[in-house]
């Protein structure tokens, strides 16, 4: 058996030099540029390569068609026009953005670094603040991008907001005014910019009445062109991962669409639209055939600790037995609600994380319009496990530290 290699955090230059199977979805990246709005969104639970899919657009964008690796890509032989363009990727997941003058310095520092590097005279200071720093940086390097325009790509923006769930924010407040500054700046640079990409696991508001941030931000998460951008349909596994599956249902004497209905079953079940279209979490398979996992048995890949920190709170604050929580409910659109940090639709923000998803969608016609109704369950074997062990941290968590609404 051919074991593929697992990481969370690879990047897409060393994943296609590596001895690693890469599966190529840039013809979607493709579609997803063709299509795109200035200002765009994308939301996926964790281990679903989103760190990937910016890491490969940061390559392509930044390396060009003709690029020898590029070149033998799929996204190379679409009939979509891909400029070469200055690419600037910001990352969140840094203990330096828990505050607001934390998170004013990481950009400073990354925006003084970039600038060096290209070799741009500037003039910014660590005694502005994140908008006109953001506002004079993207400025500067628009000079330089053979568009005259840049591909901004921010990779867990949702970092600073799961942090203030869990206590470790001080005073959030100031960090989200910063925030919102920092978006506001990004919105009304517009002129430099042709794409603006931001990834995470959940959807928070990136605009008040008081702060405007970014007030149009088109979601991308619920779409037909994004569904197996990040997740591996049937398709996939039956031709990238064929020969395991058949090596593993024959270990297990199954037939192999018996096996791979308990492979999803595990792992899958994913929908993110009206379609009939299910997805698996990537991270969950390939750690399944890593060469790690020598069992070869069907584990929870997911780690608690991701959720232990602020989800067992909320659970215990908001009822973590309630119907709502516990059986398959009508959501309607709350999968696609922005999550208000102050005061969390916890529905939403587990459906987000991968903990729910859609069981079934019908269409429900009416003489005025057409409505989907969603209906939601715990969404695989995987998750459910994952849920129970959540529900057990919270029935230990005294009165005392859960928090009032």
């Known amino acids: 058996m051919f074991f593929f290699e697992n990481t969370s ?36 639970p964790w281990g679903f390569g989103k760190t990937l899919l910016l890491d490969t657009i940061s390559f392509i964008f930044e390396k060009g068609l003709e690029h020898a690796i590029v070149e033998k890509l799929n996204i190379a032989t679409t009939e979509v026009s891909i400029p070469r363009q200055l690419v600037v990727k910001l990352d969140f997941e840094n203990s330096r953005t828990l505050t607001a003058e934390s998170f004013k310095n990481y950009l400073f520092s990354f925006y003084r670094s970039f ?20 506002i004079n940086f993207l400025r500067s390097i628009s000079t330089i991008s053979p568009t005259g325009r840049i591909i901004l790509l921010i990779d867990n923006y949702d970092f600073p907001f799961f942090k203030h769930l869990a206590g470790k924010v001080n005073d959030f ?50 779409s037909d062109q994004t569904t197996c951008l990040c997740g591996f349909s049937i398709k996939d596994l039956y031709k990238y991962y064929n020969d395991n599956i058949q090596d ?50 069907f584990n929870q890949f997911v780690p608690v600790e991701r959720y232990a920190d602020f989800l067992p709170v909320l659970l215990a604050r908001y009822g973590k037995v309630s119907d709502k929580m516990l059986a398959p409910n009508d959501c309607g659109y709350t999968f696609a609600e922005s999550l208000n ?41 995987e998750m459910d496990n994952c849920y129970r062990r959540l529900l057990d941290i919270a029935g230990k968590i005294p009165n005392s530290a859960i928090k009032n609404t």
């Open 9 to 44: 955090h690879q990047s897409f230059y060393d994943l296609i030099l590596g001895k690693n199977t890469y599966i190529d979805k840039t013809s979607q990246i493709a579609t997803l540029y063709a299509n795109h709005s200035k200002f765009e969104i994308l939301i996926r």
């Open 115 to 134: 600038l060096f590097e290209h070799n741009i005279p500037y003039n910014l200071s660590a005694d502005m603040g994140s908008y006109w720093l953001t």
């Open 173 to 222: 407040d100031q960090l989200y005014i910063e925030l919102l500054n920092f978006y506001r700046a990004v919105y009304y640079s517009s002129d430099y910019l042709d794409w603006v990409l931001l990834c995470g696991e959940a959807k928070f508001n990136l605009s008040t009445e008081k702060h405007e941030g970014i007030p149009y931000l088109s979601d991308v998460s619920y």
């Open 248 to 297: 593993e249902a024959d270990a297990n004497n199954e037939t192999v669409d018996s096996f791979l209905s308990t492979i999803c079953d595990w792992y899958g079940c994913y929908r993110f639209t009206p379609h009939n279209i299910q997805v698996t979490r990537p991270y969950s398979i390939k750690s399944y055939f890593s060469q790690y996992n020598t069992t070869t048995s």
């Open 341 to 381: 940090p102050y005061n969390i639709n916890l529905f939403a923000l587990m459906s987000q994380l991968g903990i729910y998803s859609f069981n079934s969608i019908t269409l429900n016609k009416t003489p005025s319009f057409d409505r989907y109704k969603y209906v939601s369950k715990i969404v695989n074997r």
